[in-house]
């Protein structure tokens, strides 16, 4: 076997020296509810639930939207009843969802930590037949320990942006090494496609996103039903999945509008919960509620902020359009299908390299929808708001546009099927 190369070793070398603090930052996290007190050692590989019995496909996502992706994947696996399927993801919102909507025989486990001895206990623990990875979330402790246990590897919805490959670049010996470890990858377009194959991935093909194939976000029947009636006919002004630095933006688009329109609601959803209280005091004099308070918005209230997990499927269903956030800033633009599928209009900032293909055809189908500033922002909402037939064609066209980016589940669900055959062959 050949040597690993220096990046990997020093790596691990260094992920080795930090075990001893992992359990400390933990605790510092979950103090912050960014971990689950309860379920901390699964970051840990330890205190696991039981392994079932038969054939394991693991899956895994960083988050909600990857884990929601992957949803209809789950449940093909499990069309086959001598499988079982272990979720793992990072964050305790997707733990959340994933209670909730997994099919049985299904389970969720938080992914271990990326150190050695976390990622054996959790492997050599859970024995996996095969892994596949969604996205882009790869360790490398975690892959190259799987790939060493025969575990075969697929990456799924891969995706790499610009800046990603750019970087993977200066240390070609060691993304050949990771990238490679996986039997089959299957990247969201030709674009990112190649990215993997100059990387030294092997059996890439494009096979489209499986976020466009993802069922829609859920709703509340009743809450849905309760914030229609508080909002009672009002104009809303919707920006989802914020990060800091674009409410900054957004709220003088309020205050603009607010002139011509002065019964308008803005609802600001942040794409981090606990930035609630600071959105909340960003507004200022502006009459503020917060859902995370159980505040219900009323005739007075001007900013609404969402700060809930899991609601974002309520506030698409309320307004003709949203501003997606991480745009603005370079994150790179949350997932634009989710509103879309759901006839809900898109506007974005230029910075969309997380989902470039899926703007691009959004914004191609809508005829608008790139902004760049306040103004930008408030000259296309001031023509949505007052012309709600064109706020109507233009949700439609962002509906069409997704529906337009489907079939990569049945290529995904196609290629998974055959690598597991090949598997059990061996």
């Given at each position: 076997?050949?040597?690993?190369?220096?990046?990997?070793?020093?790596?691990?070398?260094?992920?080795?020296?930090?075990?001893?603090?992992?359990?400390?930052?933990?605790?510092?996290?979950?103090?912050?509810?960014?971990?689950?007190?309860?379920?901390?050692?699964?970051?840990?590989?330890?205190?696991?639930?039981?392994?079932?019995?038969?054939?394991?496909?693991?899956?895994?996502?960083?988050?909600?939207?990857?884990?929601?992706?992957?949803?209809?994947?789950i449940e093909s696996l499990l069309q086959?009843?001598?499988?079982?399927?272990?979720?793992?993801?990072?964050?305790?919102?997707?733990?959340?969802?994933?209670?909730?909507?997994?099919?049985?025989?299904?389970l969720h486990q938080f992914?271990?930590?990326?150190?050695?001895?976390?990622?054996?206990?959790?492997?050599?623990?859970?024995?996996?037949?095969?892994?596949?990875?969604?996205?882009?979330?790869?360790?490398?402790?975690?892959?190259?320990?799987?790939?060493?246990?025969?575990?075969?590897?697929?990456?799924?919805?891969?995706?790499?942006?610009?800046?990603?490959?750019?970087?993977?670049?200066?240390?070609?010996?060691?993304?050949?090494?990771?990238?490679?470890?996986?039997?089959?990858?299957?990247?969201?377009?030709?674009?990112?496609?190649?990215?993997?194959?100059?990387?030294?991935?092997?059996?890439?093909?494009?096979?489209?996103?499986?976020?466009?194939?993802?069922?829609?976000?859920?709703?509340?029947?009743?809450?849905?039903?309760?914030?229609?009636?508080?909002?009672?006919?009002?104009?809303?002004?919707?920006?989802?999945?914020?990060?800091?630095?674009?409410?900054?933006?957004?709220?003088?688009?309020?205050?603009?509008?607010?002139?011509?329109?002065?019964?308008?609601?803005?609802?600001?959803?942040?794409?981090?919960?606990?930035?609630?209280?600071?959105?909340?005091?960003?507004?200022?004099?502006?009459?503020?509620?917060?859902?995370?308070?159980?505040?219900?918005?009323?005739?007075?209230?001007?900013?609404?902020?969402?700060?809930?997990?899991?609601?974002?499927?309520?506030?698409?269903?309320?307004?003709?359009?949203?501003?997606?956030?991480?745009?603005?800033?370079?994150?790179?633009?949350?997932?634009?299908?989710?509103?879309?599928?759901?006839?809900?209009?898109?506007?974005?900032?230029?910075?969309?390299?997380?989902?470039?293909?899926?703007?691009?055809?959004?914004?191609?189908?809508?005829?608008?929808?790139?902004?760049?500033?306040?103004?930008?922002?408030?000259?296309?909402?001031?023509?949505?708001?007052?012309?709600?037939?064109?706020?109507?064609?233009?949700?439609?066209?962002?509906?069409?546009?997704?529906?337009?980016?489907?079939?990569?589940?049945?290529?995904?669900?196609?290629?998974?099927?055959?690598?597991?055959?090949?598997?059990?062959?061996?």
């Amino acid at each position: 076997m050949a040597r690993p190369p220096i990046g990997f070793l020093s790596y691990r070398a260094v992920t080795t020296a930090l075990s001893p603090a992992v359990p400390i930052v933990l605790r510092r996290r979950a103090g912050r509810g960014k971990e689950d007190h309860a379920r901390v050692n699964e970051r840990l590989g330890l205190h696991l639930a039981p392994r079932p019995g038969g054939s394991l496909i693991w899956v895994h996502g960083a988050s909600v939207g990857e884990c929601i992706a992957a949803l209809p994947l789950i449940e093909s696996l499990l069309q086959r009843e001598d499988r079982n399927v272990l979720v793992t993801s990072g964050t305790v919102s997707s733990a959340k969802i994933m209670r909730e909507r997994l099919p049985a025989r299904a389970l969720h486990q938080f992914v271990p930590i990326d150190t050695p001895s976390a990622t054996a206990r959790f492997l050599d623990h859970w024995r996996p037949d095969a892994g596949l990875f969604v996205d882009s979330d790869i360790w490398p402790n975690l892959v190259l320990g799987a790939q060493a246990r025969g575990v075969k590897l697929a990456l799924v919805n891969a995706r790499m942006s610009e800046r990603s490959f750019a970087g993977w670049q200066w240390a070609p010996k060691t993304a050949a090494t990771l990238l490679s470890a996986f039997d089959l990858c299957l990247a969201q377009d030709e674009e990112i496609a190649t990215r993997f194959r100059q990387l030294g991935a092997r059996n890439v093909s494009a096979v489209g996103s499986l976020k466009a194939d993802a069922p829609p976000l859920a709703a509340d029947v009743d809450q849905l039903a309760a914030l229609r009636g508080a909002i009672n006919g009002r104009a809303v002004l919707l920006a989802a999945q914020t990060h800091p630095g674009e409410d900054e933006t957004v709220l003088p688009v309020h205050d603009r509008l607010r002139q011509t329109i002065p019964d308008l609601l803005t609802i600001i959803v942040p794409r981090h919960v606990e930035r609630g209280p600071e959105i909340a005091m960003l507004c200022g004099a502006r009459p503020v509620r917060r859902r995370a308070l159980g505040e219900m918005l009323s005739r007075d209230t001007a900013v609404y902020v969402a700060d809930t997990m899991g609601e974002l499927g309520l506030f698409y269903r309320l307004a003709p359009f949203a501003f997606v956030g991480g745009s603005l800033v370079r994150h790179g633009g949350q997932n634009p299908l989710e509103p879309a599928r759901l006839g809900c209009a898109v506007l974005a900032g230029p910075h969309t390299f997380n989902f470039a293909s899926a703007y691009d055809a959004i914004f191609r189908e809508q005829g608008l929808g790139i902004v760049r500033s306040s103004g930008e922002i408030g000259e296309i909402a001031r023509r949505l708001l007052s012309d709600p037939a064109a706020a109507k064609s233009a949700g439609h066209a962002a509906a069409t546009a997704v529906a337009s980016l489907g079939g990569a589940f049945v290529k995904t669900a196609t290629a998974v099927e055959q690598l597991l055959a090949c598997h059990a062959r061996a």
